[in-house]
């Protein structure tokens, strides 16, 4: 029987292990699956994807863990390595440029059209991910714009509940707007904090990531929702902690509480 949710996460922090030490250890924590960086230095890099990403793959198997998404190029050695290691999505980003906004958001329509054929060719999906700040979106109605004229079966989106509170959006209406293309959930939190004293002549922010349990994104209700929408499919924890000497204690918890929520 196939389980509804498969819980994954982010291997970022790790990037030192080994790959039998990363298996064990991601397998000890009670994760189902990761999502790999295709970055230069990690395990697998952009120049030795075609060869290292199915070895990752059936390295990791033996761990009983899959790759449930990487981040990384779309170049087409990329996704041909995805379709041998069984790798369905590939996540990405787009900032904003100096031109920008709208020409950013132009410049990314642009991108995904030409990355269409690649996605029907592999069998491999696009999943555009929101992210605050300086990114074409910061917010689920602007990733929709992004994504609304392709078929979700090779383009959508990955929600990030962190993104979605720093941005100001509320976690059942962010889903609801995606919710036609979404490809996979991301948990993670922070909130922003104050970089000034009350002196300063002008406030200064910055976002601190922090659990599960502390942060503007609300867990709970992200979970209640997609329990209420019958979703099913990967949940991605993504480590991300500005505390980077506790990563390993935070992501244990954070699972634990993560987990609690989808019984």
């Not at 699956?33 to 990690?42: K, S």
């Not at 950013?104 to 995904?112: G, I, P, T, V, Y």
């Not at 030409?114 to 990114?135: A, D, M, R, T, W």
Request: with cysteine; proline share 5%.
């Amino acid at each position: 029987m196939e389980k509804r949710y498969i819980f994954s996460v982010f291997t970022k922090p790790w990037q030192k292990m080994s790959v039998k030490e990363l298996g064990e250890f991601i397998s000890k924590l009670g994760f189902d699956a990761i999502e790999f960086p295709v970055r230069p230095g990690y395990q697998v890099e952009p120049e030795n994807v075609r060869e290292g990403l199915p070895k990752l793959a059936k390295e990791l198997a033996e761990f009983n863990i899959k790759i449930a998404s990487i981040a990384g190029p779309t170049d087409e050695a990329t996704f041909i390595a995805c379709q041998e290691a069984g790798v369905p999505i590939i996540r990405v980003m787009y900032r904003v440029g100096e031109d920008g906004y709208l020409a950013s958001e132009k410049r990314a329509k642009e991108d995904l059209e030409s990355l269409l054929p690649l996605c029907e060719k592999y069998n491999v999906k696009i999943g555009v991910q929101n992210h605050c700040g300086k990114f074409v979106s910061p917010n689920s109605a602007g990733l929709m714009r992004l994504v609304e004229n392709f078929d979700p079966k090779y383009i959508g989106v990955i929600w990030d509940a962190a993104h979605n509170a720093l941005a100001g959006e509320e976690p059942e209406m962010g889903l609801d707007i995606v919710w036609s293309h979404l490809l996979m959930v991301n948990l993670k939190n922070g909130y922003w904090k104050r970089k000034t004293g009350p002196e300063a002549e002008e406030a200064e922010w910055e976002v601190y990531w922090t659990n599960g349990r502390q942060g503007l994104a609300s867990w709970r209700r992200v979970a209640e929702y997609l329990k209420k929408r019958d979703y099913s499919g990967v949940i991605c924890l993504t480590a991300e902690y500005s505390n980077h000497s506790q990563v390993n204690r935070l992501i244990a918890e954070d699972i634990a509480f993560a987990k609690s929520l989808f019984i």
